[in-house]
């Protein structure tokens, strides 16, 4: 049996709040906690080094990394990151909220009390620093820091207790007794992904065999799309039997480096396939910005349309659920919704690919809204799904040409004989692709792949 997972008491934990301001506070916090709790270490945003890296990508790892939050938040709302919409500190307190959820958790919010010495000191702080800003910006970030104080107190109004002190010595004694009251240990999860086994086969690889019908008509879909300049986003519809491969296709996709260059897709699914407001939920924390409020398409279209400017955004859902009426649904409750808000926003150059697989075969005649992706310019309404050729089972000739492939992609050479006896194995008695797939992997020869 595999050890016991380490149980620690909280350790590290990441102090939020805008840098300058909140300047004197926030050192006061993390000298006395780590001076009286010499196992505790608080990560302030500045005290790393991490040339070549993103603020963004560093502080958000730092964030989910941590086993506690700090939020001391004073009257700045401070610098927003490019291509995105909420500031560094907003962005900070939505990863712990995601990281946590809405059950008891080590995030501690800390306010002044009203009318108290710190709140003045942090008013007079703010104040300095808006001076130096143009009136249009120092006002714009008044309205923003008032907003965002109203959704951190909105997140709490459940009964979370928020930490109010009047001063600098009872914030520090505060912050440090919140650590040693959190008496609940935290599990420490490898972040680690599974290991694979020596010679298990890549599932993108298995994604491709037997698949340049659907492959060619997503290509040729793709370029119609690119050359339609007035489009922003399209809906492409994976389909085919039960167990036909879907999931191998959709790590193809996620996987496929000649198409996506060097943007990184999004591929999983929310934990209720189901539900739209989960789809908005997930699609939000994917990129990103998790949505504390409720789930609405205005907010996600914003969100997209912030990362669009930056570049292309591809989603794959590897679920689509399993009621009858889940493709009208997705149609009717998301994706028409979502395009006609991308409408109104500025997307910038960046375009929306998104693919969605279903693990049934399209009902015939297919639903209104789902139509086939076919390679003739002018002619799609992207309002509709997309529906590429149905996954189908894989034939021994199929394999053979996927074998002679992997000289090139895999560094497995194959002689004809044994790619003629690997396939008919792979194929006998049935072309099922769960089952071709998992007589390729037990035939063994990936363990050579270099």
């Known amino acids: 049996m595999p050890p016991d997972a380490d149980?620690?008491?909280?350790?590290?934990?990441?102090?939020?709040?805008?840098a300058k301001d909140c300047k004197a506070y926030r050192e006061s916090v993390r000298d006395f906690v780590q001076s009286n709790l010499p196992a505790a270490k608080i990560y302030l945003q500045e005290d790393w080094a991490e040339g070549g890296h993103f603020v963004v990508d560093v502080c958000k790892a730092r964030v989910v990394e941590s086993d506690g939050y700090f939020g001391l938040f004073g009257f700045r709302y401070g610098w927003i990151p490019p291509g995105f919409q909420y500031s560094i500190t907003e962005l900070e307190f939505r990863w712990a909220e995601a990281k946590w959820g809405k059950g008891e958790a080590p995030v501690f919010i800390l306010l002044p009390e009203?009318?108290?010495?710190?709140?003045?000191?942090?008013?007079?702080?703010?104040?300095?620093?808006?001076?130096?800003?143009?009136?249009?910006l120092a006002a714009l970030d008044d309205a923003n820091q008032t907003r965002f104080l109203q959704t951190v107190k909105a997140w709490a109004a459940d009964g979370r207790i928020m930490v109010f002190y009047r001063d600098r010595l009872e914030l520090m004694g505060k912050a440090l007794s919140s650590i040693q009251n959190w008496n609940l240990t935290l599990l420490r999860q490898a972040l680690a992904g599974r290991r694979q086994a020596s010679g298990d086969i890549p599932l993108a690889e298995l994604g491709r065999i037997g698949r340049d019908t659907q492959r060619t008509a997503l290509v040729d879909a793709l370029e119609d799309f690119r050359a339609d300049r007035g489009e922003r986003a399209a809906a492409f519809l994976v389909h085919g039997l039960e167990n036909h491969g879907q999931r191998e296709f959709a790590e193809f996709l996620n996987a496929w480096d000649d198409e996506w260059e060097d943007a990184q897709p999004i591929c999983g699914q929310p934990a209720d396939t189901d539900s739209a407001d989960a789809l908005i939920r997930w699609t939000c924390g994917q990129l990103g910005t998790p949505m504390i409020d409720r789930a609405a398409i205005p907010e996600l279209a914003q969100t997209l349309a912030v990362r669009l400017r930056r570049g292309p955004v591809i989603v794959i859902l590897r679920s689509i659920g399993h009621r009858q009426e889940r493709l009208t649904r997705f149609i009717e409750g998301f994706w028409c919704p979502l395009r006609k808000a991308l409408a109104a926003q500025d997307c910038g150059g960046g375009r929306l690919y998104w693919f969605l697989i279903d693990h049934c075969p399209l009902p015939q005649p297919a639903p209104e809204g789902v139509t086939a992706a076919e390679a003739d310019a002018g002619t799609a309404d992207y309002d509709d799904l997309l529906a590429l050729p149905a996954l189908g089972d894989i034939s021994a000739g199929?394999?053979?040409?996927?074998?002679k492939e992997l000289r090139k992609s895999a560094g497995i050479t194959l002689d004809e004989p044994r790619r003629d006896e690997i396939a008919a194995l792979a194929t006998t008695p049935d072309g099922n692709?769960?089952?071709?797939?998992?007589?390729?992997?037990?035939?063994g020869f990936w363990a050579s792949a270099s």
Do not use: C, M
């Open 114 to 136: 009203a009318g108290s010495p710190a709140e003045a000191h942090l008013r007079e702080a703010a104040k300095a620093q808006t001076e130096l800003e143009p009136p249009d």
């Open 433 to 443: 692709p769960s089952d071709v797939y998992n007589r390729l992997t037990l035939n």
């Open 7 to 18: 149980i620690a008491e909280i350790s590290t934990i990441f102090l939020s709040a805008t």
């Open 398 to 403: 199929q394999v053979r040409k996927w074998l």
